[in-house]
């Protein structure tokens, strides 16, 4: 698990995980201030809270986690695969194979789930009241191409031929999320246009006839199902989002899987703009070079941690970890970074 981490957030003296290769989230909590100890590994299957498109034992491929309102919010990549052939096929064959583009049903995955304290510990809930309202563990509905979002997209200038393309191809590949009170913002690796990068902004609402089912809300003057946003982050596509106050930082990278620069970006008042528009220049400003290493260590997700001192962190974890990384059996070593005033 520790080479597939894909999704970070966190809630008090808890950090929050999903990996990319299974249908769970995990949970450590803090152990010890300096340096910070996250341990006492729970793990929380998907299938106990929701409905899991494809079956319990598919690939939802999950990429970022976010936690508002009570509730802890998953998406998965929503992206299309390439069959890949064997090189000691006949060429046929192999361009057979390689015509072949799919997109599983389980990775047309947004959920959220209510989250409690239970002696002390945050644990996960298929019903729980919050506030005097009750919450229910709930995902997007279904919909043509695999869910609700993808169907809305179909016919979008943008994207449409994304979605016939592997995410990998600068198809489409949902990697980021950021929940601002209604809004779910979405980051994608990809597609890329020109130097210009995506995030997909949506409202999902519970169904009244069935409040464990998502329905994508009109927003903005157009009515449409969702608003886009367009990031000049140099040609790299969104690997993660994180909320701080009314900014948001954007962890960016390479569309394609092979090393490449990583840089964390702000965008200021990114967490409360509210209107389709392209986004100014000088509201996305560059914050810091992350390392990178040759076949590892590549960034993957990102979190704030909040400081004693008022100095924000900002905590990352790696896909592909380093061996120089690994604690023990299980445990991996992330990176804290004093983010700039």
């Keep these: 698990m ?60 999950l990429e970022d986690l976010d936690i ?32 072949r583009v799919e997109r599983p049903a389980s990775r047309c995955l947004l959920a959220r789930i209510p989250m409690v304290e239970t002696d002390g510990t945050q644990q996960l809930r298929r019903r729980a009241g919050h506030g005097g309202r009750k919450r229910v ?77 998502l329905r994508l809300a009109h927003i903005g003057h157009g009515r449409k199902l969702y608003r886009k946003h367009f990031l000049p982050l140099d040609g790299l596509g969104i690997r993660g989002l994180a909320r701080q106050g009314l900014d948001l930082l954007v962890l960016a990278g390479p569309t394609a899987a092979i090393d490449g620069p990583a840089r964390v970006y702000r965008w200021i008042g990114g967490a409360r703009s509210d209107v389709q528009r392209r986004v100014r220049p000088g509201n996305v400003i560059p914050v810091m070079e992350l390392p ?27 896909e592909r970890a380093a061996r120089s990384r690994y604690l023990g059996a299980h445990g991996v070593v992330a990176d804290l970074f004093v983010l700039p005033a």
């Excluded at 040759?294 to 004693?308: C, F, H, K, T």
Aim: aromatic fraction near 6%; proline fraction near 7%.
């Design 2 to 61: 520790r080479d597939g981490l894909s999704g970070l957030a966190g809630a008090g003296d808890s950090l929050w995980l999903a990996c990319d290769e299974t249908l769970t989230v995990e949970r450590v909590d803090r152990r010890r201030i300096r340096p910070p100890l996250f341990a006492g590994h729970v793990s929380f299957k998907l299938e106990d809270f929701i409905r899991i498109p494809g079956g319990p034992h598919a690939e939802a491929d």
């Design 137 to 213: 563990a709930g995902r997007l509905e279904d919909g043509p191409g695999g869910n609700a979002l993808t169907a809305a997209l179909r016919g979008d200038e943008h994207f449409r031929e994304a979605l016939a393309m592997p995410g990998k191809e600068n198809g489409l590949d949902i990697e980021g999320l950021a929940v601002v009170g209604d809004r779910v913002l979405l980051g994608l690796r990809g597609p890329v246009f020109n130097a210009w990068a995506a995030i997909v902004e949506i409202e999902p609402r519970p169904a009244r006839d069935h409040p464990s089912l």
């Design 292 to 318: 990178v290493g040759r076949g590892n260590d590549r960034p993957e997700a990102i979190v704030v941690v909040p400081s004693r001192d008022g100095r924000d962190r900002l905590l990352v974890v790696y």
């Design 68 to 99: 508002a309102s009570g509730y802890l919010w998953l998406v998965g990549s929503h992206a299309a695969s390439r069959k890949m052939p064997d090189a000691a096929q006949s060429s046929r064959k192999v361009a057979k194979a390689l015509a």
